[in-house]
């Protein structure tokens, strides 16, 4: 399904087709793995193609083209990321939010979170092609075997996008105080011999404000660790040990955001059947992407630290597997190493 001939663009059958057969393949796209990278990112490339053929989603009057769009935006922008190369979903005619900044889907900050989200493949493109086009110089603390003046100017894009989803979610908050709030976790939190690490967690007022929540956090630190792996290519003396250090606190206490957010979903008490049926559980890619990261981010930070965390979420993780099937079967679904 790497390719798709143009004739299949035109039939509406096949648009239905390719998006329930994709669907499946975007819950692979939360854990990609050597094993079953290449299939994967085959599948969801030649969407990308086909949906590429029909032309931009905000000219298609065709409502099937949209619901595959909407649909399938994260896993597309997740394969781009996972393959460094530039995402559809970044183009102004292909971005969840209109020209006029008005969103395809119900209102919600999420449409926003994935145009940022979808900048971040070009920008890892741009740091790969820094790299390479080193200099013969050797780094010493002094010098840089990168180009220092595009280093930096790589920076200046990374925070700028930084700094504007921050506030773009301190705007959101403020039209919306009662979204989120703390509350005491419940009793159901994964592994009995794993209490809740927190004394007090965050709940929501729906299922798309816990969504939104989780996703910001994920998409803070996926930009945070970038923007780090960007200055890490300064010569020594021209990092910022300060705001390195600020920035690996700020992922961390991301992740630690991700993880209250979980006993909003809890317990994961439906049936295989209906957790397949709705948005909880295994089915909430908003959900076990977030997950995914902070537990990377979390594995990253100081052990002794972030240990009763990440034991924690191997719990939650091992009790979404049980509401899993059919797909369960795949062991690197839910493998967090």
Not at 122 to 145: F, K, N
Not at 216 to 245: G, M, N, T, W
Not at 309 to 328: D, Q, T, V
Request: proline share 7%; charged share 15%; hydrophobic share 45%.
């Amino acid at each position: 399904m790497g390719e798709f001939p143009t004739t299949w663009a035109t039939t509406r059958v096949d648009q239905v087709v390719a998006g329930r057969v994709l669907s499946g393949v975007s819950n692979v796209a939360i854990a990609p793995t050597n094993a079953n990278s290449h299939t994967w990112l085959q599948h969801i490339q030649g969407l990308e193609k086909l949906l590429a053929i029909h032309g931009p989603v905000s000219e298609t009057s065709d409502p099937l083209v949209k619901i595959v769009t909407e649909a399938m935006r994260l896993p597309l922008v997740t394969a781009s990321l996972h393959s460094r190369r530039p995402s559809l979903m970044a183009h102004p005619h292909w971005k969840a939010l209109g020209g006029d900044g008005t969103a395809i889907t119900p209102e919600s900050p999420i449409p926003y979170l994935l145009d940022a989200l979808a900048q971040l493949p070009s920008l890892y493109q741009e740091r790969d092609a820094l790299t390479s086009a080193q200099t013969s110089v050797e780094a010493d603390g002094m010098l840089s075997p990168y180009p220092a003046s595009r280093v930096r100017l790589l920076l200046r894009k990374s925070f700028c996008l930084l700094s504007d989803i921050k506030a773009n979610r301190a705007q959101w908050d403020a039209r919306h105080p009662a979204e989120a709030f703390s509350s005491l976790p419940s009793s159901a939190s994964g592994d009995p011999a794993q209490p809740c690490p927190f004394q007090t967690v965050t709940n929501f007022s729906n299922l798309r404000a816990a969504n939104a929540f989780s996703f910001y956090h994920c998409i803070l630190i996926l930009v945070s660790q970038f923007i780090l792996s960007v200055q890490h290519l300064l010569p020594q003396v021209d990092r910022d040990a300060f705001v390195e250090k600020q920035t690996s606190e700020a992922v961390f206490r991301s992740a630690l955001d991700i993880l209250k957010s979980v006993d909003y979903h809890l317990p994961f008490t439906l049936a295989a059947s209906r957790s397949m049926a709705s948005d909880c559980g295994p089915r909430n890619f908003y959900l076990l992407f977030p997950l995914r990261v902070a537990f990377r981010a979390l594995s990253e930070a100081d052990v002794h630290i972030a240990l009763p965390y990440m034991l924690w979420l191997r719990g939650i993780f091992a009790g979404i597997r049980e509401r899993a099937m059919p797909w369960a079967s795949n062991e690197n679904l839910f493998k967090l190493d």
